[in-house]
């Protein structure tokens, strides 16, 4: 794994991943190398499922399809999307998967820094994207969430716990 990729690896498991209860049911959808999902069940996670458009996920298909994969509305504590959303516009399908108190968990490239990321991932220090980044957002105007906590890392990664409150 390229040396900035495994340095991100370590804080997102800190930071986003073991503060989540044992017990809780989680989705993350672009499981990609699976390593969050080993992570999880390796130590103690009960609830995890994995999604990604291509296996070796548990679910694959997309996550804008939820309806036609057999999930169910309101029905995860938590949502997990690390490098996903600069992939595709998928805030409404997490944000109806979500139980009310539910979080979406998620990284992605600040959009005026992603040259940086590439001319990283050029050099072999990050990892090389999948697909073309052509969903980059401001985390803080994500729509449909009102309850958001977002941060930057490093000045080129954008952080963000969304909830979902009941009152929306």
């Known amino acids: 794994m390229p040396f900035l990729s ?17 017990d809780a049911r989680v989705l993350e959808i672009g499981s990609g190398s699976g390593w969050v999902g080993d992570y999880m069940k390796a130590n103690g996670w009960t609830g995890y499922t994995g999604m990604d458009i291509v296996p070796p996920a548990e679910i694959v298909g997309d996550i804008n399809q939820w309806q036609s994969l057999g999930l169910e509305a309101a029905s995860f504590d938590y949502i997990i999307a690390f490098e996903v959303v600069e992939h595709v516009d998928c805030f409404q399908a997490c944000y109806d998967l979500l139980k009310e108190g539910g979080q979406l968990l998620m990284t992605t490239p600040v959009p005026s820094m992603d040259w940086v990321m590439k001319m990283l991932e050029s050099v072999g220090l990050n990892q090389k994207r999948t697909s073309p980044h052509d969903f980059l957002v401001n985390l803080r105007t994500v729509p449909v969430f009102e309850d958001k906590q977002v941060r930057k890392v490093a000045g080129l990664s954008q952080w963000g716990i969304f909830t979902k409150r009941s009152d929306q």
């Open 6 to 22: 495994n340095i991100a690896q370590n804080k997102k498991i800190r930071f986003f991943l073991d503060p989540i209860p044992k």
